[in-house]
């Protein structure tokens, strides 16, 4: 079958996304953790530089690059890019 135009699905490739921590701004509030649908964050078990547990991404490869994390953390904390 032969189309006329090129389906908008046809080449999709899903774009990665990283999320950054600045473990010396975090004080370990969690609302990154709670707040993130994927659940791409959690809590570690290290202490960063003030005494707080900063997050870890536990499964980086679910991440959609929402933003969400960014949004919640009063610190600043936290953000996304784009990972190639």
Known sequence: MKLWRK???GDRTATLFRVVVLEDRC???GL???YCPR???RM???FNPKGYHPPEAYAPEACVG???CEEVCPEFAVYC???G
């Open 66 to 68: 929402c933003g969400f």
């Open 44 to 46: 570690s078990e290290r």
């Open 27 to 29: 004080k370990g509030c």
């Open 81 to 83: 890019v784009e990972d």
């Open 7 to 9: 389906p908008l699905d």
């Open 39 to 41: 659940e791409v964050l």
């Open 32 to 34: 990154c953790v709670e």
